[in-house]
């Protein structure tokens, strides 16, 4: 299994502020990915990474934005936290180069009051 | 567009009555179909990756078959431990960057 951490694990805000979320991964992954996991709705990709400084947006990355700076670092920054930001989110990464199978954190829940 | 169906929604067994839990995929060409279990206030584990019609893999209790439109992950003879929350993704052939297209999940619980 990848060493994947999230912190914070648990964070409670207010409408407006902006948040930020780390996934640390310590298995030299070429690929992270972040998802935001609600009921109904099944794992939803927001943004992923397939090398440093190299991001792109998922399918629910409108209010989200994502920085890699290290190959062991992703995080997420939520602008303007609203109401509708109020998730579990997971990050997750890959090797890549035929190893096509993701490895995920034990995610951060978010609440926005 | 991509689509991921899992049924049912939940399931109840008792220990020991075996099941099958269905992911009915529509993607433009099948990169890899996984399945994944996951536990309560916990992340995705990862069990399985199919790639093409006819393969199978299998784990303790667990086996994973797909066709060209339906996967199924079979639970032989279940023990509570198996207990958990089974999502099945697909990634579509064009894509290779590892966007995963998820279903909503399986909710079963086995009781002793």
């Known amino acids: 299994d990848a060493g994947i951490t999230q912190s914070p694990r648990h964070k409670v805000t207010e409408t407006g502020t902006p948040v930020t979320l780390r996934c640390h991964q310590t298995?030299?992954?070429?690929?992270m990915y972040w998802y935001r996991q609600d009921p109904g709705h099944g794992l939803r990709l927001i943004h992923y990474?397939?090398?440093?400084?190299?991001?792109d947006k998922g399918e629910v990355s409108d209010g989200y934005s994502v920085s890699r700076s290290k190959t062991e670092d992703f995080l997420l920054t939520l602008e303007s936290a609203t109401s509708s930001q109020t998730s579990v989110y997971f990050c997750?990464?890959?090797?890549?180069?035929?190893?096509?199978?993701?490895?995920f954190g034990p995610g951060t829940r978010l609440t926005v009051l | 567009e991509d689509q991921v169906t899992q049924s049912p929604e939940a399931l109840r067994l008792q220990e020991g009555e075996s099941s099958s839990l269905n992911c009915s995929y529509t993607?433009?060409?099948?990169?890899?179909l996984f399945w994944y279990r996951q536990d309560p206030g916990k992340g995705p584990e990862f069990l399985f990756t199919?790639?093409?019609a006819g393969e199978e893999k299998e784990k303790e209790r667990l086996k994973a078959t797909l066709t060209k439109k339906e996967s199924f992950l079979h639970i032989t003879a279940p023990k509570p431990e198996d207990s958990a929350t089974y999502l099945c993704?697909?990634?579509?052939?064009?894509?290779?960057?590892?966007?995963?297209?998820f279903g909503a999940g399986t909710q079963v619980v086995v009781t002793p």
């Open positions: 993704a697909v990634q579509a052939q064009t894509d290779s960057w590892g966007k995963l297209q």
């Open positions: 997750a990464s890959r090797a890549g180069g035929g190893r096509n199978e993701q490895f």
């Open positions: 993607v433009s060409g099948l990169r890899g």
């Open positions: 298995e030299n992954h070429r690929y």
């Open positions: 990474s397939y090398g440093v400084k190299d991001t």
């Open positions: 199919l790639y093409s």
